[in-house]
């Protein structure tokens, strides 16, 4: 991969996507954004307008299209792992052929999903840190003072031109580890704080006793995986991020909108079974959030 200067795709330029993506437009590497056709059109028009605590108000111009109709260096994908399948339309196999492929999803099982779909790619786990939303299509809001990816797999070269871009990028050798020390903190933050309506203080406060049941059981779970991960180490994590946060499952059940439920949720209690551990606190509360919020667990 010559890195001087890069094509890219981004998959779903929604809050995560459309950063990434004005980022690495900002930094001079080319960028086609794939999304449906109102969004497509305003990217076209108007490009990606960024409001950021962390890189300042900017706007990138992009490339935008329904459908990757050309090879590129490598692909973000940064859809829902709901919309995954139907998003991967967007990505023909035959012509993406041996690109990098970055999923930043939620959960576990949808490597094996890309894998399946685009065979002759680089699938490579990632996980990133951050706070962005797309306020209206092209419009991004950044509200953290931080964006870290974080990559699993030996990607040097690929990872020093995202640092370029301004990502605080970190590489491991161990994609389990790298997706199950996100989960292990993810999904006990997104079943309870949906479960119970609430932001993560009144949790924290109000529901202890059941946030520790879910952090072992889950820690167990992660270690397994991979993760060097303790409920101790969890719950210190816990206890320190602002009482007013709320999970993007919460927010998404008070939208209306599709929840990750089988991704976070489900993707733990599959590993549990498969490597014999009980997880019947988190077995509780993923039923209970299918029934409050009338999705299929």
């Avoid at 309506?197 to 520790?212: F, I, K, M, P, Q």
């Avoid at 816990?238 to 929840?259: C, H, N, V, Y």
């Amino acid at each position: 991969m010559n890195t001087s200067k890069l094509t890219l795709a981004v998959l779903g330029p929604g809050g995560v996507g459309g950063l990434i993506a004005a980022l690495l437009a900002r930094a001079e590497h080319r960028v086609i954004c794939l999304a449906g056709d109102r969004t497509a059109d305003v990217l076209r028009r108007d490009g990606l307008r960024v409001d950021s605590e962390q890189y300042g108000a900017f706007t990138a111009a992009v490339e935008a299209d329904t459908r990757l109709r050309e090879p590129v260096d490598a692909v973000f994908v940064t859809v829902k792992q709901t919309a995954l399948d139907e998003a991967l339309d967007r990505v023909p196999a035959d012509v993406l052929g041996a690109a990098v492929v970055v999923p930043l999803l939620n959960g576990v099982d949808h490597l094996a999903v890309l894998r399946r779909r685009l065979p002759s790619a680089q699938i490579v786990a990632g996980t990133i840190r951050v706070e962005a939303t797309r306020t209206a299509p092209g419009r991004i809001a950044h509200t953290s003072p931080f964006t870290q990816l974080e990559l699993g797999a030996p990607v040097v070269e690929f990872a020093e031109v995202l640092r370029q871009a301004g990502l605080d990028v970190s590489v491991r050798d161990n994609e389990s580890a790298v997706l199950w020390d996100k989960l292990a903190f993810l999904a006990p933050f997104a079943l309870l704080t949906t479960r119970h309506r609430a932001d993560v203080g009144t949790v924290r406060s109000g529901h202890r006793a059941e946030l520790l049941a879910v952090l072992d059981e889950v820690a167990a779970v992660a270690r397994a995986g991979g993760a060097p991960v303790t409920a101790e180490g969890l719950l210190s994590l816990f206890d320190r991020i602002p009482e007013t946060m709320k999970s993007s499952m919460q927010r998404d059940a008070e939208a209306g909108l599709p929840l990750e439920l089988d991704a976070i949720g489900g993707a733990v209690l599959r590993a549990g079974a498969a490597h014999g551990f009980a997880t019947p606190a988190t077995a509780r509360l993923v039923a209970e959030v299918a029934q409050s919020t009338g999705r299929v667990a």
